[in-house]
């Protein structure tokens, strides 16, 4: 499991040619959460002319859906859904709420507004790439420690929940494609002489600038 997504939910305002364009912007897993977020944003911004939405969910993107809310077909939905798709993102609803100021875009200018609307959003708000990490637990004795850091450093892992009794028991996560690599390096680097016990995987969050 390896996605990407926003960082957090958000709010973002764009003012274009005086109509007002907020692009609500929300984490969901199912189809169902989608729907309910854009009927959630409809109740609240009932006096809008548009409430234009795209989601996309599954870890492959497997479900996509979009709505014009009533602008000229493929003017809204669509750009914003080709947006969330160049970000490579998933797990997401956008919601695009048009307040009209009395100066009609046309067609070109509200694919640019609607597809700038969710672009200056996630610009705004930040992308993060989900990943699964094992935990390996080391049991390690003093000397063996004191040579440990090197091989951390080398690695680019940090040591998390070490403790230190009549021995060190140390943990490191690690991605799960470079989990054999990894115990295989330990193995070499202590000769053989180490114990590693699997502490299953977490889901961690990295953030993509």
């Known amino acids: 499991m390896e ?24 984490r969901v897993t199912t189809e169902e959460e989608a729907r309910d977020f854009i009927t959630s944003i409809k109740k609240e911004h009932h006096k809008a002319t548009h409430n234009c939405s795209a989601f996309i969910i599954g870890e492959k993107g497997e479900i996509k859906r979009t709505s ?8 809204a939905g669509v750009p914003m859904l080709g947006v969330l798709e160049n970000h490579q993102l998933t797990n997401l609803c956008a919601v695009v709420t048009r ?10 200018g509200l694919i640019r507004a609607y597809a700038g609307s969710v672009a200056l959003a996630i610009k705004e708000i930040g992308v993060v790439e989900i990943k699964e ?52 390096a330990l193995i070499e680097f202590f000769n053989g002489k180490i114990t590693l016990t699997n502490q299953g995987v977490r889901k961690i969050e990295v953030p993509i600038s």
């Open 3 to 26: 996605f990407r997504t926003i960082k957090q939910d958000g709010i973002v305002e764009d003012e274009i040619k005086k109509s007002r364009f907020i692009c609500h912007i929300k």
């Open 99 to 108: 307040y009209f100021g009395g100066i009609k875009l046309g067609a070109g």
């Open 68 to 75: 014009d809310d009533g602008e000229p077909s493929g003017t």
């Open 133 to 184: 990490q094992v935990g390996l637990r080391l049991q390690l004795s003093y000397s063996q420690y004191q040579e440990y850091g090197n091989f951390l450093k080398a690695e680019n892992l940090t040591e998390l929940d070490s403790e230190f009794t009549d021995t060190v028991s140390t943990s490191i996560f690690v991605d799960k494609n470079d989990q054999s690599r990894i115990e295989n």
